[in-house]
């Protein structure tokens, strides 16, 4: 069993739809979630940022952590075309390697 | 955040030769500097972490003497992939740590031909 879950997708969906994105995990020691974005052939670029259980919102962006059921969602509001990439969720626990474990990634296409 | 660059963006090389790619911390200096790879549709792997002044981190299962990494200055690490083979060909990120958050190159693309 992997310790970051994520569906590969492909995901599409209209413009302005709400998409749902998530990964679960297994590692309870994780307390730090992240979730990049990555174009075709670039580097992940950091979107959200999280600590511990919680709801994190920046613009349409709204990252959630459920350390509980060991689950993390991101929402991304009113999608655009500009939003298709692919979507990695990453997760470390509080050590001092600082090391990132990334799931394989969701492929989203939002359609115009 | 913080800015990072990464050089070549995509190099050619043939079997059995090295290839030296450059990771550079444009705008803060990073005293440690991640590099992973990642294999078409999936996901990435660290390889190895580049503290500056000191010998790399890697992760097992990278060989250390194939990949080896210098982390000089706190603005720049090297990843020179020795002998390489078809079967190193890859897309190589590095990262920075600052503030707790990792930050991305845009990657370096090896086809070992």
């Avoid at chain 1, 302005?16 to 994105?21: E, F, T």
């Avoid at chain 1, 919102?57 to 009113?78: N, P």
């Avoid at chain 2, 060989?63 to 990843?79: G, Q, R, Y």
Wanted: with cysteine; proline share 4%; glycine share 6%.
């Amino acid at each position: 069993q992997k310790e970051v879950e994520q569906d590969p997708g492909p995901l599409s969906v209209p413009e302005g739809a709400i998409v749902s994105l998530n990964c679960t995990y297994s590692n309870s020691a994780f307390q730090y979630f992240m979730w990049y974005r990555q174009y075709s052939r670039k580097g992940p670029e950091l979107l959200m940022y999280t600590y511990s259980s919680g709801n994190k919102e920046d613009g349409r962006f709204t990252a959630q952590v459920d350390k509980s059921s060991k689950y993390i969602s991101l929402f991304i509001r009113d999608s655009q075309p500009s939003d298709s990439a692919t979507y990695l969720c990453a997760m470390r626990d509080g050590g001092a390697t600082n090391k990132l474990i990334f799931g394989t990634g969701t492929l989203l296409a939002v359609q115009p | 955040g913080a800015v990072v660059s990464q050089h070549p963006s995509w190099v050619i090389c043939k079997s059995g030769t090295s290839v030296k790619i450059e990771c550079r911390s444009l705008d803060f200096q990073a005293t440690t500097m991640f590099w992973y790879r990642q294999f078409p549709k999936q996901s990435l792997m660290l390889m190895a972490t580049s503290n500056e002044g000191s010998k790399a981190t890697y992760e097992q299962g990278v060989e250390k003497d194939k990949f080896l990494i210098n982390h000089a200055s706190l603005t720049l690490s090297t990843l020179t992939v020795t002998s390489a083979h078809p079967e190193d060909s890859s897309f190589y990120i590095c990262s920075v740590m600052r503030a707790y958050e990792q930050y991305f190159g845009p990657g370096t693309r090896l086809t070992v031909t």
